[in-house]
């Protein structure tokens, strides 16, 4: 079968994702556009390249409504006879994208792809979409639905994370992110964002918060214990489904979970030839793709199960993987991966996370295989996982490999 | 039978008149749907009839509710033409909703929402069911000042909902939050309160001239509905409404936890509301119409209007009271004994009007027996309910005393003294020497066998059990146990007490933990067995409240207290000498008994607990003896084995005449230890789930666990007949 390559892959700097961020002034569209022009630019492409964009991006409606894919393929310098995708599988739908376009590529439907996503937290908020599984009673009992929060929270309970273990991954996350930036292990990946002058808006992560410690994020209380205690009660929910708890430890909050943001990223994937007709140089290939659907109440342990599919489908085992991202959507999504396979954490998100430098949820899955991609690099090492936790339950994988 | 008549006047109103002969409370039937839609009809083609008044003939009462016998009969009735049941429900329901609408346009045309004649409602009182979503389909809704009438929806107390367009007005008039207490819990309003709500639209001295004066000056505007006007926005947002977004997923959470997934009509309801919110009106009463036959088509809510309802009310009104035995309510009761027991029963017999001699053994205990009671009253005066002078008349019906020369005049005793024999025996003697011949002698003994302590008496025939449940205030049930030698009139004056005191009898013969002990023991002790084998308690608990069970047995097990269970297995051993089988529970009882872990009183028990007595958490001590296992089991294997438990208890009452009544088992299952209500009861339960698939599960139960489930042979031979407990035993009992 033909192979699938990676041979660019970038991201904006991720905005706080509200009235104060730096990127709120953009719609998502420019945003996109702006992210689509880079990759065309940066490997000089012509505006007919590529077979199409798939583009993810999880809350569909309003300016990430209509086929946002077709509107920024449309707002951006590539031609109009490039249709555009655009996906949602959550949290992981930019990693989706990439995956497909990998697919399709070693398919021989195509030759190259621009795949990724976007997501203007701060614009379009999480949840404008609705979702039946939440609202809807017939599914949302049958499938016993708690928030996310509560989902994170049960992990926690289920495989006794406490709350100093998630708040000391949190204070790493910060700290290593930090001086990822600070040593400019970023500057392959990272475009700066302007405007139409050409002016800076934004060239850095704004989101983090170097310095955090144990005492600073033990001040902070716990953010879904109300919802889950009292009103509406989603504890008793969680207890339903797990009935051998006593009852659900709450140890999530602001600070070891995934910070709200805006952002984009983008993954340049072609089959041998394409590289050869534009000159450009395969860093990577993308050797394995799975996802896996889970259990949804707890909803966040995807990237176990998913893993171990990856490994069993393709004969692998996880003492062959050199370098992990598993993304921290909550800090007990990566204690409870780290737990599942006995990984040294010093091999998980070597350059922080989530955490430290936000989720903007429909790019976020390119963005990990971005930045695992450019970690092997640096460390010269060969085979990288990314992995995501999904909401409702799914998980999703990408295995890469040094060319 | 004519259920409605109408009357025309000069002036034009055509008054509709409901009147079901011989009910004291109107009930809506197949039958009377007919006629009121054929009087709608004449109505509304009538020229010189202006308006309409629907009201009632009943003094204080527009109506009860639909028949829910009758809602049963359609299935039936569908299934005997050879249809599909189902099919035959959802017709007759949209019909229903075919005649509601009929009256809420009124004749209108549809486009210009002009044409149609004013229809109002007059209530005299108490209006419940379909006796106030009838009046929700008219458009005004005028009720008496009548302090005493309710209003409401309350289907879902018996395990379904309102399904003639209720819910859907209900909603849609209300918003989802504001209609969730009248919907989900069946709540009912007074007058003051139901106008507050929104409910009924005014209060009127006469009503029915109130509605007159209104339909003679209704203007076409004040015909439209609210959701059928243009732009109608449903109050609070629909779901995908930003603010109606987070209390239709809260609603979701609210309901599945309160009812642990264990009701399906509650979740039935939820569905109709959201999926109605979605579409427009007529559609959102075809998706109610469909969840509402969903409802009747589920044998749980058969199950449940059949035990709550039909059953429930048929023993309450005396269906297995002794025939030809002369009226025995109850003037004067000594309640021996004022503790716990006993200062309950003096309160319920005094709210009953009954006059009340309480006796203990000196003034101090006797006083603070009726302390409950006036604690109990200024508790209710606080909130409201009761004022100061009925509490001083009820008060002045008891007279406590330590002497039992005062008993002279009673005609029933009410034996609740310390659960000893001995203790029992001389008390018996020495009040039946001062006790007029004819006085009935009740003991409220939980766990001695009845024919036992009447060998006290000189009068076994007038001997009985009245059997309390604790607390005596809040609990429905009364267990009324027959010795051998108990006569009819002794049976017949226990049901006319507890009828007078308002509470649910049932009737049993005597045996070791009569009925309702009979089973609740095995529930806790299997419980406990659970831990033994390293089941986390939480989760036996857990199961338990998965099933619709209050309060799953490791908790219950600390409410009742260790040593009294260590006490019961202690006598039972005692009693049954080596036919008494070993049991892993009992080794766990008495190990917490000689801990001091004796439950919630202690303050310690499976439980830790604060200094007031706030449970903070199951006690892990108790892994020490007897720690978690590698595996936990499956849900569902808990929950078989806490149910069958009992529910073979059930059968073997039955099968050895301890039971005499099938329906008395299931509804005194429900309401003397909120055993799975869902079900119908533990025999109702079987039915259910079939007598061929419980052979199965208890065989498989017995090789695993013990000859605790071996099936008996009833259950073996009504497997093999492909038999239900309600098809063999119901008819009997029903004619009974």
Redesign the interface.
Known sequence: MTDAYIYDALRTPRGKGRKDGSLHELTSVRLSAQTLNAVKERNNLEGHAVEDVIWGNVTQVMEQGGCLARSAVLASDLDQSIPGLAINRFCASGMEAVNLAANQVKGGAGEAYIAGGVEMMGRVPM??D?AAI?????L??DT???PQGISADIIATEYGFSRDQADALAVESQRRAAAAWEDNRFDKSVITVKDQNGLTILDRDEYMRPGTDMQSLGALNPSFQMMGEQ????D??A??KY?????IHHVHHAGNSSGIVDGAAAVLIGNKEFGEKYGLKPRARIKATSKIGTDPTIMLTGPVPVTEKIMADNGMNISDIDLFEVNEAFASVVLRFQQAFDVDPGLVNVNGGSIAMGHPLGATGAIIIGTLLDELERQDKELGLATLCIASGMGAATIIERV | MTDFTMTKDAEGVATITWDVPGKSMNVMSFDGLGQLNDLIDDALADDAVKGIVITSGKDGSFAGGMDLNALGGMKAAAAAEGGEPAQGLFDGIMQMHGLLRKIELAGMDFKTKKGGKPVAAALPGTAAGIGLELPLATHRIFVSENPKAKYGLPEILVGIFPGAGGTTRMVRKLGAVAAAPLLLEGKMLDAKKAKGAGVIDEIAADPVAAAREWVLNGKPADLVKPWDAKGYKMPGGA??H?AG?MN???????????T??AFPAA?AL??A???GALVDFDTALRIEARYFTSVMMNPSSEAMIRSLFVNKEALEKGAVRPAGVADQRVKKVGVLGAGMMGAGIALVSAQAGIEVVLVDRDQDAADRGKAYTEAYLDKGIKRGKGTPEKKEAMLGLITATPDLEQLKGCDLIVEAVFEDTGVKAEMTKKVEAIIPEDCIFASNTSTLPITELAKASSRPEQFIGIHFFSPVERMLLVEIIKGKETGDRAVAKALDYVRQIRKTPIVVNDARFFYANRCIIPYINEGARMITEGV?P??VD??AQ?LGFPVGPVQLTDETSIDLGAKIARATKAAMGNAYPASAADDLIFWMEAEGRLGRKAKAGFFDYDEKGKRL??WKGVQDKYPLAEE?PE?IEVQERLMFVQVLEAVRALEEGVLMDIREGDVGAILGWGFAPWSGGPLSWLDIIGTPYALERCEQLAATHGPRFEPPALLREMAEKGQSFYGRFGAKAAAA
């Open positions: 949840g404008s609705g939440a609202v809807d009673p017939s949302a009992m016993y639905f708690v009103m509406p009660g989603f008793k929910i207890l339903m009935p051998h708890l006593e009852k | 779901p995908y930003p977004f239709f997923v809260g609603a979701s959470a609210m309901v599945n936890g309160k642990q997934g979740k939820l569905s509301v959201y999926e986390p939480q989760m857990h199961a998965q958490g199951y936990t849900l």
